[in-house]
C-alpha cells in the first residue's frame, strides 16, 4: 500500500470483536431464527399471505429483536436459512435486516455455513463478506464448514485480510449426530474435530489483530463441555462461538473455560430463548427478549471470570 | 395414506433419473456457474449497473443455456453460490431459471451444499425441497455438506420421502483441499471419505426406487478416479455425481468405473467447459454449448459401457 493511499486501515474482526466486548461488557450473540410459526401472534396474522407478507414480518420480528437486545449483545446471528426458507423475499428480507443491525452499531454474523470451491467460494466470499458496489459486505463476519478443505478456505481468508471480515469455522457442532463424523477417530488418536481444530489454528494463524486473537474463529457446541477446554488449548487464539447456550440446555458456567484466552476469546450464542422469551411469561415480545439478553449477558460475564 | 387419497404417488427421484437417462441416452448434468466476468461480451455489458442488471443479465444467459443443451442432459445444476453473490436479485434469477430449467422438462440439482441442524436443517430443506404454497419446489434435488451427521440428514430425508427429492451428499470432492480432512485416515484404516460414504449408503437404504438406486447419491469428484471404484462398491445403490469432467481435468474414461451399478447409476457433470465453450471457438454462446453438451453426452455414454 503506498502511504498516500487513501483507504482506512483494515481493522482486524477479533480486534473490533474485542473492542464492542469491552464497551458493553457483553459476550452475547443472538441468533435470529426467524421461524414463522413461533413469530408473535400480530406478526404471525401478517405473515399470512404468501412469501413476501412473511419476509415483511420476519424483517419486523428481526428489526424489533435487535432494537431490544442492542444495548446487551455484541453481535447478532441470522440464520441464513430462516430467510431462504422464503425465497428472494426472505433474501431481501436478511439484506435489510443485517444493514439495520449494522447501522444501530451491531456486528453481524451471517449463520451460512458455507464451503465450496475455488471459484465457488470465492462467490460465497462476495455473497456474505465483501462490499457490493458502494454498500458495505452483508455481514462481518460468516460461519463456514472445513469439509472441502484448506483451498476452499482461501477466498474466505482474503476476505479477513483485505476487508477485515471473520470466520466461524464449524469443528464440533452441538448437535447428536455431531458424533457421526466429527468424533471418530484418526489413526493418530485424534478424533476428527480436533484434527479441524488445529486446521483452524493454522489457517488464522497469520490473520492476528492487535489484541492477539485471530479472525478465524470457530464453533464448538456448548452442549458438549468436555470439548470445549481442548478446542481452547488447541486453538489459542481462535474466538470460540458457543451455540446451545439456552434452549439447546447450556448453562454459561459449563463455557467459562473457553474464554481463558481472554475476555473476548469466546461468545455465547443464544438463540430461541431470547428471541422467543416471550413465549414463557406475559412480556410484550421485545421486552422479553430484551430481558433474557440482559440476564445471560450478566450470567455470561460473570462466569467468564473477566 | 387413505386409497382414496388424490395425491398422485411420490416418484422416487432416482427413478426420475433412470427415466430421464432413458429417455436422453445421457447421463450428463449441465452445471450453471453464471460469472458475470465470463458472460458473452452482449450480457457482460447489459450487466453493467448493479446488481439488478447483473441479475437479469445471468438470468438471460442461464436460460440460453438451458435451451441449448436441453436435448442432451438430464439435468442442469445451477450453482447458488454465483446467485447469491448477487444477493436477492441473485435469487430471484435463480428461482426464475429453475423454474424454467423444469418446464421444459429437465431435473434441477441446486448446488449449495448445505447443512445444519435441527430446525435449520428443516428450513433449507423447504427452502429448496418442498412445495412453496402452490408451487413446485424450487429444485428437485440438492447438494448437502455430511459433517455435522445424521440427525443433519433427517429433514432432507423426509424430502426424499415425502417428495421424491434427491440428495447429493459430499463425499470426496474434487479440489487439491479434498485431502486435508477427507484423506485423513480413521483408526480401522478408513479414510474419512470412506467413512462418509458408509454413512451415505446407510442414509439411502430405505429410500430406493424401483430401479434399485437411492434417491441418496453422493458427490465423488472426477478428478481422484483411483476413489471412484472403491466409492462404487461402499455405496452401490447411490447415484454418483462426478463433478470434474472438462474444465477440472477428468475424462469420461476416467470415470466409467461409476456406473457399474447401471446406466442410470452416475451422472458426470461439466460446467465451465460448456456454458463458457463459446471461448474456445466462433460459435454464437449457445451454438458453442450445445455442440460441447452433445459431444460430452456422447462419449459419456460410449465411455459408461451401456
Chains 1, 2 share one sequence.
Not at 439456552?246 to 430463548?273: E, H, I, K, M
Request: hydrophobic share 45%; net charge negative; with cysteine.
Amino acid at each position: 500500500m503506498r502511504p498516500e493511499d487513501e483507504r482506512p486501515p483494515v481493522v482486524a474482526f477479533s480486534d473490533r470483536v474485542a473492542a464492542a466486548v469491552e464497551l458493553k461488557r457483553s459476550q452475547l450473540v443472538v441468533g435470529l431464527d426467524p421461524r414463522i410459526d413461533l413469530l408473535p401472534v400480530e406478526l404471525r396474522g401478517e405473515a399470512v399471505g404468501g412469501r413476501e407478507a412473511a419476509a415483511a414480518a420476519v424483517e419486523r420480528f428481526c428489526k424489533g429483536i435487535i432494537d431490544a437486545v442492542a444495548p446487551y449483545v455484541v453481535a447478532v446471528k441470522p440464520q441464513v436459512a430462516f430467510f431462504e426458507a422464503l425465497g428472494s423475499d426472505g433474501w431481501r428480507a436478511l439484506e435489510s435486516v443485517s444493514r439495520y443491525a449494522a447501522e444501530i452499531g451491531l456486528l453481524v454474523i451471517a449463520d451460512a455455513k458455507r464451503g465450496d470451491i475455488g471459484s465457488t467460494a470465492r462467490a460465497y466470499a462476495a455473497a456474505f463478506l465483501e462490499p457490493r458496489g458502494a454498500e458495505p459486505p452483508l455481514a462481518d463476519a460468516l460461519t463456514v464448514n472445513p469439509y472441502l478443505g484448506g483451498d476452499s478456505m482461501d477466498p474466505f481468508l482474503s476476505a479477513c485480510r483485505n476487508h477485515g471480515a471473520g470466520l466461524f469455522v464449524l469443528v464440533r457442532t452441538s448437535n447428536a449426530g455431531g458424533r457421526d463424523l466429527q468424533d471418530a477417530v484418526l489413526s493418530d488418536g485424534t478424533p476428527v474435530w480436533r484434527h479441524v481444530a488445529g486446521l483452524v489454528a493454522e489457517w488464522g494463524a497469520d490473520l492476528t489483530g492487535e489484541r492477539g486473537m485471530s479472525s478465524v474463529g470457530a464453533v464448538v457446541g456448548a452442549t458438549v463441555p468436555r470439548v470445549i477446554g481442548d478446542a481452547r488449548r488447541t486453538m489459542p487464539q481462535a474466538i470460540i462461538l458457543l451455540p446451545g447456550v439456552g434452549a439447546q440446555g447450556a448453562t454459561p458456567a459449563d463455557v467459562a473455560r473457553a474464554f481463558t484466552s481472554g475476555p473476548a476469546s469466546a461468545l455465547d450464542n443464544a438463540s430461541r430463548s431470547v428471541i422467543y422469551a416471550y413465549r414463557d411469561g406475559e412480556d410484550d415480545w421485545r421486552a422479553a427478549a430484551g430481558h433474557e439478553a440482559a440476564r445471560l449477558t450478566a450470567e455470561t460475564w460473570a462466569a467468564s471470570g473477566w
